[in-house]
């Protein structure tokens, strides 16, 4: 440590660094990562992939990431359905990094970005990091979006982006399409853009659909997509965007140059090649995922709705005991969203049955067994 008082921006003056605890417990569900590492298969894929790459690293990557670019056109055309040419598919180091890019392109002194909140703990940042005003807006108390407000305060705020979350995080819940579409189509009378976040798109439950439906007829929507979780691949830092390829055009002017890695790219390819291996891990997630409300609901617990890889449940008069006492036991889970709420990610089976049982010692409920 040294007396050293760099010359920091006054508004970032007693800021700290954004970041869940990283600690090294054994059963880690905090941050909404996959608890599957990648397979053999795959890692012998990533391991060729980076020794080609290896080769032409004293030359910069490819600034545009055009191979990865098409083939996360392809992903969402084997995937999604969706019809997208690469150039109307974006992608950078985490979908961070892609809202970040478009908080610098769209945001600035005097602009504003409207959320609902409880929301993700990040969009504040980006917009203070850009100097971007934000503003929120309460969900209902079981966190679903008031149309009729949301609207509302797309035409009294004029928010230069509109963030819609879905799923949303630290909720779960998710945004019927036509309310996105609601939205979309009240920000445009201002000119506005608005960003589904999807970031947990791929877990959610049948009969939701993802705003990449919507993409085609409303040129001022942007779906933003990671590859961090339902692709296993947070470490790898590969998120995305798709929308008009004019968005796109955006983005690119503020970008760094050579942003994204010529490593990165290989990788994040090797994993889309194996696409329906890594999705069919994500459905045996769903099920744990639904299994785990069930068991906190029939143990007496409040639980939001959820189509994540995470479950919100309460209430609790000190939740911060409760994730002591988990944390205790082995299990860090997350003290995320609004007071008497607690976020657990989902993770293995035999994590989950750890879970359940510290959870049941540190409440000291008792769950009924059918006969
Ligand atoms: C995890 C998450 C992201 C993705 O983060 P990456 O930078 O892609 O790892 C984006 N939005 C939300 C709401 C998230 O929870």
Request: overall charge negative; charged content about 20%; glycine content about 6%.
């Amino acid at each position: 440590m040294t007396a050293y008082d760099p010359p920091l921006r006054d508004e970032l003056r007693g800021e700290v660094p954004y970041g869940a605890p990283q600690l090294d417990v054994p059963v880690r569900l905090n941050v909404n990562e996959n608890p599957y590492p990648p397979s053999a298969g795959l890692v012998a894929d990533i391991t060729a992939a980076v020794a080609d790459a290896a080769g032409r690293l004293n030359r910069y990557p490819d600034r545009e990431a055009t191979g990865l670019r098409a083939d996360l056109a392809k992903y969402l055309k084997s995937f999604e359905g969706v019809d997208v040419e690469p150039a109307r598919v974006w992608a950078a180091n985490g979908s961070n990094e892609v809202m970040h890019q478009l908080l610098l392109a769209f945001g600035g002194p005097g602009r504003t970005v409207l959320g609902f909140a409880p929301t993700y703990s990040m969009y504040p940042q980006y917009c203070r990091d850009t100097f971007t005003g934000y503003l929120t807006v309460d969900r209902r108390p079981d966190f679903s979006l008031d149309v009729e407000l949301a609207t509302q305060a797309v035409r009294d705020y004029r928010p230069v982006v509109t963030l819609l979350t879905s799923p949303n995080n630290p909720t779960g819940t998710a945004l019927p399409l036509s309310e996105a579409e609601t939205i979309t189509v009240a920000a445009a009378e201002h000119g506005g853009v608005v960003v589904v976040d999807e970031a947990y798109a791929e877990f959610r439950r049948p009969g939701t659909t993802s705003a990449l439906q919507l993409l085609d007829a409303h040129p001022n929507l942007v779906v933003t997509r990671t590859m961090s979780k339902a692709f296993a691949y947070a470490g790898a830092r590969v998120g995305y965007l798709v929308a008009d390829a004019a968005v796109v055009d955006a983005v690119r002017i503020v970008r760094l140059p050579y942003h994204l890695s010529a490593v990165t790219q290989a990788v994040a390819s090797a994993a889309l090649a194996r696409a329906g291996e890594l999705l069919a891990a994500v459905a045996t997630l769903r099920d744990e995922r639904d299994a785990t409300v069930t068991w906190l609901r029939e143990a007496g617990f409040e639980v939001a709705e959820s189509d994540a890889n995470f479950v919100l449940f309460g209430r609790f008069a000190d939740r911060h005991a409760i994730w002591q006492g988990l944390l205790d036991r082995g299990v860090l889970i997350r003290e995320s969203g609004p007071q008497p709420w607690l976020r657990v990610s989902v993770g293995t089976t035999a994590e989950m049955a750890t879970f359940r049982s510290a959870l049941l010692e540190v409440t000291k409920r008792r769950v009924e067994v059918d006969a």
